[in-house]
């Protein structure tokens, strides 16, 4: 019998780590526990419906479940349902891995009108997740400020035709809502110049495939995957890409938004019929973070570790949780001291509200049977469904 | 048959696949499992056979665990004229333009210093239904046949 770990969010930062501390210590007793009653986190509901081989990390964390011997605990809410010293006392180890899955606000005057919006927030409406608001109105000109690879999916999904979404699990009522905005212009504005933006030069180039779009720059420099696509887009749609433009204030002026930019030209005024905000995440205070960060780099260490974007902030990709997951591993195993009498998962053995991992393989094959030709799954949208899929098949 | 695989990786796709052949194979011949970034062009002279997985990444690059290793075959030029290798690739056609380049630009790297390919380079396309052991591992059999014949 090994010792016990409980690791809080089956997202990938959780579930790499879970799969770097099995490779090296296959008897390890592993519960992954999550507030959704399905795995996978930011996989499902971050990563863009159209990026959907990004999503084929989500093979390997399956394995985890249905040939390592770690267990999936869904609709399990830390806070909530359990709180963290119980699972502390039941564990050798806890990891917290829940991610950020608050906005970071723009930190400027007027950044909380009515018409802005988070993309996080926004995103976690089009991707169906079961806690997401209602779907915006977005307006005939949304400006999106932020020039990171989030900010780069949002336009990449806001410009698609309904063609360019094939094969995505785009579902049904967010293909709707994106069909009936209307949109005619674009605006992106980022901080930094062209060449020093964060995203990666192939979702430029990506955007370069789309049919609609019309890439235009402002203050170009040597950034040559964004001065190609501007040379090979001339579709439709104006998308402007504002670099070196510092938001400084938004204000309603006339039924819209007037957002103020601080450029090298001095400041310029962009109007705006929304605005979405895609500069990073927060964590949205379910947990006192900045506390818990203390307590798991405290000296000597106790028995809390952190994982992913709740440890690093928001930074980095998939590849990036797996190389910390690895280091996370071998940090873990080097001090842990397995307590036989620490009770582990029988301490769920309360929460009859508990889903597992056979649960969401009955759900996944019902999304991918019920998916529509176009696309490649048919996301299961709502809480109730999601821990009762047999209302969903009588529906 | 002594068989080594490889595995040059990025998000753990191309690892996954390596052990699932590896598994697939271990009964009936001696193999090894090896990442890259763990492997230097010495070690490819060991077995008979060698077995690489390698993703692609961005645009088209090799996977951050191939990296070293193809430095490595850069740097030091070996004499790879006796190894023998088969390579499969793990790609994402939605990239049409690069689609298969990590694997692509491995082989080509072994190849110019001596070492022979056997039978072509196949590409699992991640925007496909298939799986990708489904594709390789009927692939790397009729390979090991042909060898065995």
């Known amino acids: 019998m090994g010792a016990k770990i409980a690791i809080v969010g089956a997202g990938p930062s959780g579930c790499y780590t879970a799969q770097a501390l099995l490779k090296r210590a296959p008897d390890l007793e592993i519960d992954i526990i999550d507030a959704q009653p399905v795995p996978y986190g930011l996989v499902r509901y971050g990563v863009a419906a159209d990026h959907q081989g990004t999503k084929g990390v989500a093979r390997q964390f399956a394995r985890l479940f249905t040939r390592q011997n770690a267990r999936f605990?869904?609709?399990?809410?830390?806070?909530?349902?359990?709180?963290?010293?119980?699972?502390?006392?039941?564990y050798d180890v806890v990891v917290l891995a829940t991610g950020l899955a608050g906005d970071r606000a723009l930190g400027i005057p007027g950044d909380g009108l009515p018409g802005v919006i988070g993309s996080g927030a926004l995103t976690r409406a089009l991707y169906e997740h079961p806690d997401a608001a209602a779907l915006p109105s977005l307006g005939a000109h949304p400006v999106i400020i932020g020039t990171g690879n989030v900010a780069i999916d949002v336009l990449r999904l806001l410009a698609k035709t309904p063609d360019e979404l094939h094969g995505s699990d785009l579902g049904p009522a967010p293909t709707d809502w994106l069909a009936a905005q209307e949109i005619r212009q674009i605006t992106v504005?980022?901080?930094?110049?062209?060449?020093?933006?964060?995203?990666?030069?192939?979702?430029?180039?990506?955007?370069?495939?789309?049919?609609?779009?019309?890439?235009?720059?402002?203050?170009?420099?040597?950034?040559?995957?964004?001065?190609?696509?501007?040379?090979?887009?001339?579709?439709?749609?104006?998308?402007?890409?504002?670099?070196?433009?510092?938001?400084?204030?938004?204000?309603?002026?006339?039924?819209?938004?007037?957002?103020?930019?601080?450029?090298?030209?001095?400041?310029?005024?962009?109007?705006?019929?929304?605005v979405i905000s895609a500069i990073g995440f927060v964590c949205d205070g379910a947990l006192d973070r900045a506390a818990l960060l203390q307590e798991a780099d405290a000296a000597p260490p106790g028995n809390l570790y952190t994982a992913g974007w709740f440890r690093t902030g928001s930074v980095g990709a998939i590849p990036q949780c797996r190389d910390e997951a690895q280091a996370l591993a071998v940090e873990i195993l080097d001090r842990i001291t397995p307590d036989v009498t620490k009770p582990g998962r029988a301490i769920f053995a309360a929460h009859k509200s508990i889903v597992d991992f056979d649960h969401w393989q009955r759900l996944d094959a019902l999304e991918l049977s019920s998916a529509p030709g176009n696309?490649?799954?048919?996301?299961?949208?709502?809480?109730?469904?999601?821990?009762?899929?047999?209302?969903?098949?009588?529906? | 048959m002594k068989i080594a695989i490889f595995f040059g990786t990025e998000t753990g796709n191309a690892e996954m696949l390596a052990e699932d052949i590896a598994t697939g194979l271990e009964a009936e011949h001696e193999t090894s499992l090896a990442d890259l970034a763990d492997?230097?062009?010495?070690?490819?002279?060991?077995?008979?056979?060698?077995v690489i997985v390698c993703s692609s990444y961005g645009e088209g690059e090799l996977p951050a665990s191939a990296k070293p290793f193809a430095a490595q075959l850069a740097d030091s030029q070996p004499d790879l004229s006796d190894v023998r290798f088969a390579i499969f690739g793990l790609g994402d056609s939605e990239y049409a333009e690069t689609y298969g380049f990590g694997s692509m630009k491995l082989a080509e790297l072994l190849v110019a210093r001596g070492a022979r390919a056997l039978d072509e380079r196949p590409v699992h396309d991640a925007a496909s239904a298939d799986l990708p052991e489904d594709v390789a591992l009927p692939w790397v059999t009729a390979i090991i046949d042909g060898l065995a014949t």
Do not use: Y
Not at chain 1, 73 to 90: E, F, K, M, Q, Y
Not at chain 1, 248 to 266: I, S
């Open chain 1, 73 to 90: 605990h869904g609709n399990l809410r830390l806070g909530h349902h359990i709180t963290l010293p119980d699972l502390r006392r039941a």
């Open chain 1, 189 to 274: 504005v980022g901080r930094s110049r062209a060449s020093a933006a964060r995203f990666s030069p192939v979702m430029i180039k990506e955007l370069a495939e789309l049919s609609r779009v019309d890439l235009r720059l402002r203050f170009p420099d040597d950034a040559e995957a964004l001065n190609t696509a501007v040379a090979a887009t001339s579709g439709p749609l104006p998308v402007d890409f504002r670099f070196e433009s510092r938001p400084v204030a938004l204000e309603q002026v006339d039924g819209a938004l007037r957002l103020t930019v601080e450029t090298p030209a001095g400041p310029e005024q962009i109007s705006a019929s929304s």
């Open chain 1, 375 to 395: 696309r490649c799954r048919q996301k299961i949208t709502c809480r109730e469904e999601l821990l009762n899929p047999a209302t969903h098949e009588d529906a």
């Open chain 2, 39 to 50: 492997s230097s062009p010495e070690d490819l002279k060991v077995a008979e056979l060698n």
